[in-house]
């Protein structure tokens, strides 16, 4: 029964087991005027095919299922037609799926796991490590996440929107399909994206996630960003997206976003946003106190504000103290610090320079990237 699939699983319609043989032709060979299979049941399984004197060999006489003859169509046009539907349509899979292969991207791991995890674990030394192949049913272990071996055991590591043992349950969570425009100057920049989910009626800060954005590079490029929020009935919840220019230098903040989620009840939420960075705000009179800090308006709402903290101070007013330590060229914002280009971690601190290997020519500059992406630094002439 299952011996077509086994023998070509990636051939999504190779399913046709010909009658007394092991032999296995497409579906879209069925019924086409040409004997495929060695005792020729893939032509006799349709008489009205075969006496169909008007259809050419290769061709597929559609089946109205009346007397009347049918038009013949090419093999690439049958069962994707409502008037050209034949007895295998059935057959055919509903959704083709592109076969994956990790091997295709560098910023994915070699499939197999290095013992030493566990090693490094149980002792301080390092040992050489030996690599277990995973075997191919693990790839139906973890419903949609990966397997990993930690001691021995298989384990999963679950994609943002789901968890569970097994990443079985999906997680309650909003997704922002995001498109950035870039206008002026700031087109020949690198910004950064801070965007946030935060409790609305306090401003406070649930999750955050952040981009390296390259408009030259990434121009044509949609991000999908995932924000995992904990259920809770107290207020709504709405998203902020701060834009900043950085080098290697400095961060600067070049503009603000402020979206409401309106329907919290559902489980799971999603947001299209396109955003124009560069183009400037219309100018209100600030409605609220900034203690320690700048009055800042939102790019696309007129009438609602936000306070740009000085160094040092926190809260929807700049009003307390802040308990957060950024290193001296980042920026604090919604108890996040913003690194410069070539540093990263919670405080900055951490040292990123994939340039150092890098020699540019024709007077080229080589600027640090996002160590979590493949795409680690950038050229710019
Ligand atoms: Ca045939």
Redesign the pocket.
Known sequence: MNHCPVEYPLEITRRFRCWNSSKC?RLE?????????PLYD??YLCPRRKNATNCAAGTIACDLGSAFEGPCLPKSEVCTKYNCYTTFCDMYPRRIYKPFSFLSFDHYGPLTIYESVKKLTSSSSVQEPVAIPLNANDSDYCNRGTVVMSNGIRQCLCSPSFYGTFCEYQSERLTIHLKIETLGILSQSILRFLICLLIENTNNVIYCEEIVHVPYMHKSLKYVVYLVYPRSTVGNYSVRVTAFSCTTKDIKLVSLWYFHIRFWFLPVNRLSIKINVGKSSTSVPCSIDCLHGVCMPYLNLVNEQYCLCDDGWSGQHCHMPSIFKCSNRSKLIDSKCICPLGTYGVDCNALFDPCRAIVCHHGGTCFPLDPRTSEKFYILF
């Open positions: 032709i060979d069925i019924c086409d005027g040409i004997e495929d299979c893939d032509e």
